[in-house]
């Protein structure tokens, strides 16, 4: 459902924005501004001009439109597209490069005529690069203009390929690609040595020559650059903050990508708000950190200068409060994941009984587990719980041929020396498959085996450093991960079916879960959606009635203080420990951005930095001080 927003809300705004509770209901809308303009344009015998993005974002509604082709007959043999960019260096066939993106996500499976399907000739010698840039907005201008360009939103506030710095009359052009750009495609292209370094991408300027423009974005990783593109200032350290000078351009977002806007995040200083128990809680966390005040120091007048005077006139003093919001800060803080025995739980997050709990992780990939909860979990099973960590996928396309390579060059020396006829016939055909294949074409299922079972080994020795022995460990291979790349994954009822069994032969008391708020097309947000039809399908079962089902943020990210129900903490050789055991997945260390690498590219220390600053925030609020911390937030399956 679109949000609908009132003039007042919206006074920090400087793009029209609508929120939609899902991307696919983005989508519809988009979808139907497209099918207008093609139906027009046919009528009256022209051609519609479309302007083309790559990327996740755009897949949901790509997929909308090749429904529309199949089922509803919308044509597109009256379009001219022109996408928006191209790597520099790849040719059409490369699978990352966006020519072939477009192809498997669009072109393969409508009538658009191939003689009007532009891109950026990635694969030209640097010489004819100029010349061609020029003969794009020639191309551009011949064909009239782009009518509806479809824009995503780069982390680093990117539209097209144009980086910080880009201005706003800038044209068709080569660029050189953002470090956090290239972290960003480094799992797309298995590394982020492999990514280009540079890009052929239309200017800003010719982006803002379209009639209209439709920004998408989906996913929390989105937040805090569409905040400062709608709200900030226009400048060239985010491109996109340029599209505030457009007359008809729309971001259609959903909810975690809107969630740093003001409207979203602090909405008591842009109109009056209905005071429930959360956005009370979110507000005087939000005053203490902007005050950087402890809870308990908070006055009158750091209420009403910050835009919450009628909290106070509604809701009681700052003291009483400052008190109601320490003690529910104090109260999400627990050692015991799993609740604790014989002890008063009215206020402690979860119940003392039963008791040992049958504890359930579930992982979307390995190492997620250790990454996000490795301390909590260590706590769950000294404190006794009856512990399950569910690999989910198999996380083979992260595993790069390198470390295929070492693991193969092994068998080899073992089958040697043990003169085993068949283990070297394997290991050889593992060896002239990876030649074969060259550097990204696809893995045949051998060594896709192969990498599944390297990532194995490490999450059993990573389970290892936390006391969890392998018979704890459920590696579920999901079957949509299995084929195809990533954004291509599209999960079904067999994945479904696979969670259910799991479910009902463990029927757990809580269920660690995460991927709520993320890209819907990641993995992590892809295995949320399984879990929650597994949980649908799990309604009337008994178990489910009495299951907390608990939330954790995915790797390099953390809830906000305001947003924790459990706090657990730990000591710092607890945490040390966690640390190692993520050292363990050795063949990710330079992988996902948000796994291996920080944004200095420094190897593995988000991981220890986000746990600590956590526990940073509590102690800002006046609590206790922490090593580190790693957070929780209840799951309301009814919400
Ligand atoms: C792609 C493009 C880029 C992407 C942006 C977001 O043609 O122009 O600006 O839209 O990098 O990428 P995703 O959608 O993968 O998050």
Redesign the pocket.
Known sequence: MRQTSNPESTQREHIPTDIFASADQACTGIADAICELITARKTAGKPAVLG???????VRLYRELIRRHREEGLSFANVISF???EYYGLTGEHPES?RRFMREQLFDWVDLRPENRNLPDGALPREDVLASCRAYEEAIREAGGIDIQI????RTG????NEPGSSPESRTRIITLDSL?RR?AARDFLGEENVPRHAI?MGVGTILDARKIFLLAWGEA?AEVIAQSVEGPQTDAIPASFLQKHPDCVFCIDEAAASHLTRVRHPWLVGTVEWSPEMIRKAVLWLSRKTKKPLLKLIEEDYSENGMADLLTEKGSAYELNIKMFNTAQHTITGWPGGKPDADDSHRPERANPFPKRSLLLSPEPLDDIYCMGGTLHRLVNQNNDVTVAYLTSGNLAVPDSEVRRVIELMLELGEERESVDDLKFARLLERQLREKGDFGDDPPEVRRLKGLIRRTESRSSARLLEIGSDRLRFLDLPFYEHGRYRTFQPDEKDTKRLIELLREIRPHQIFATGLGN?PLSVPALCFEILRNALAASQSEAWLKDCYIWLYRGPGMEWETHEIDMAVPLSPDEFENKIQGIYQHQTQRNQSPNLGKDDNGNTWSLASKINRATASSYDELGLAEYEAIEGFRRFDLNR
């Open positions: 083309l993005a790559t990327g996740s974002t755009p996408n928006l960019d966006y824009l995503g939103i780069g990117h539209i097209g390929f750009t960003d991408t989105k890209d």
